[in-house]
């Protein structure tokens, strides 16, 4: 792992080349940064929490993408849940400096796990699949794979149709680091019949019912030292949700036709598009088969709350579709599949670009002309509204919290340059071009940025 920035916020009693030395004695090799955007994980030491450290750690994290560990030199300082504020801005998690040697250990820790929960999601099996750098995304990705591979407890995920769900499950099963690990088994639980539930799940033995010529293995056994993926859980009755139950909480189950108990134990992953809590308190989901597949929740975002993945998504589709080269996409389809709106999500995405493939000849750029006429008639003030939505409701929090005009303002403009610079991977020329104004400029309001946040 490379060296750990570290920075002394403002003007503290502390000694930096103190707290190095207990952080070479943690083994955390150090050295003092600049308040350049951060590319590798970071530490910054404060002695309160002011507006202009919460500026600095959000342009540090870039709305959370890169790893920032705050550090208070006092209790004090984190009073009156303070470092909730700190994490809002962006901080991957918040300390008190009361116990340095202690502390510094917990910082090696940290930073050991979120080492290695990066490497995983930078690599080519993770890259390849689960396409996207979007903050929303990015969040998840390590959400899911630190529980994939340092748990194995019980995932929900929970989202919109369309958004991957079933990926995410095979990542999981993928990452996970049992040594005798068995399959992923799925089973979609739309398509299970009620009179056949019981053979589905629990298996049957030759002679249980009639037609019953021979017994058969249920997804339980299928499942055994392995994964079990049950898709769109919400749909099961209560009845089944009881019958489940046993087997989730004890591992234990009967197949039908047989006196004899078998044992199982798997991963439960579950996956669903339903509000489960709002269904369990309309009673048609049972508040403890919720918590026994609830051990960690995650959300998949859709693809309106990340936006920077939509291009990166079309050309990994593309490239599926034309392995050996597949054709770049023309600015005015950049412009369209921006402003469409995706009711589908990814898989919606996925179309769409798979219509455009089939209808493209040549080796030059696909263009407008190869949008679908029924793509081109849609209208796109939708997608439009709701972004004036989304934005209303991200100013109005703003205005709730009591923030100025003037600051409001800023953000915005500081947003918009982090964004640039994250579509075009750093490249000042192209992101400047992007916000339509000179690479001076951008280089400029840069500079100021940073002169502004050292000032305090």
């Known amino acids: 792992m490379a060296a750990t920035q570290i920075c002394l916020w403002q003007n503290t009693s502390a000694s930096i080349s103190t707290i190095q030395q207990i952080l070479a004695n943690a083994g955390i090799e150090s050295q003092i940064s600049d308040l ?7 530490l910054i030491f ?5 507006d202009a450290l919460e500026d600095m750690i959000r342009r540090a994290s870039g709305a959370g993408i890169e790893r920032v560990l705050a550090i208070g030199l006092q209790r004090a300082a984190l009073a009156d849940g303070r470092a909730w504020r700190l994490l809002a801005s962006g901080a991957s998690d918040v300390l008190v400096w009361d ?3 202690n502390v510094a250990r917990s910082i090696a820790a940290r930073l050991e796990r979120w080492d290695a929960v990066d490497r995983m999601a930078n690599s080519a099996v993770v890259r390849e ?11 998840l990705l390590r959400q899911i794979i630190e529980i994939a591979h340092f748990t194995e407890s019980s995932v929900l995920i929970t989202g919109e149709s369309g958004t991957g769900k079933e990926l995410l499950a095979r990542l999981i099963h993928k990452l996970d680091t049992r040594p005798t690990k068995g399959e992923l088994v799925l089973l979609d639980c739309t398509t299970i019949v009620p009179e056949l539930s019981g053979t589905e799940f629990f298996g049957h033995e030759r002679g249980a019912f009639t037609g019953a010529i021979g017994s058969r293995e249920g997804a339980f056994a299928l499942a055994d030292r392995g994964t079990l993926f049950l898709d769109e859980i919400g749909e099961l009755p209560l009845k089944l949700q009881a019958e489940l139950l046993r087997v989730v909480q004890e591992g234990t189950y009967k197949a039908l036709g047989s006196n004899n108990w078998r044992n199982t134990r798997f991963r439960l992953v579950s996956a669903t598009n339903r509000e489960l809590e709002k269904e369990e308190a309309a009673g048609r989901f049972r508040r403890d088969f919720y ?7 995650c959300r998949v975002p859709p693809l309106r709350e990340r936006i920077d993945d939509i291009i990166p998504l079309a050309y990994h589709f593309l490239k599926r579709l034309h392995p050996e080269e597949a054709p770049m996409l023309d600015a005015p389809v950049h412009e369209y599949l921006l402003s469409r709106s995706y009711p589908g999500n990814v898989r919606d995405l996925q179309q769409v670009v798979r219509q455009m493939s089939h209808r493209h000849v040549g080796r030059g750029p696909i263009t407008v002309g190869d949008i679908p006429p029924e793509e081109r008639s849609k209208p796109d003030h939708q997608r439009s509204q709701l972004h004036d939505l989304q934005f209303e409701s991200a100013i109005s929090c703003a205005v709730s919290s009591g923030i100025g005009l003037r600051k409001i303002a800023a953000t915005v403009i500081e947003t918009a340059v982090n964004v640039a610079l994250r579509q075009e991977s750093g490249n000042l020329k192209r992101a400047a071009k992007a916000l339509g104004i000179t690479e001076r400029a951008l280089q400029m309001r840069r500079a100021a940025s940073r002169q502004q946040i050292a000032g305090g």
């Open 36 to 42: 350049e955007l951060l590319s590798q994980p970071a």
């Open 46 to 50: 404060f002695e309160e929490v002011t």
């Open 99 to 101: 116990d340095p040697m």
């Open 129 to 139: 699949n689960l396409v996207g750098r979007s903050p929303a995304w990015v969040s």
């Open 291 to 297: 918590y026994r597949i609830a051990s960690h929740i």
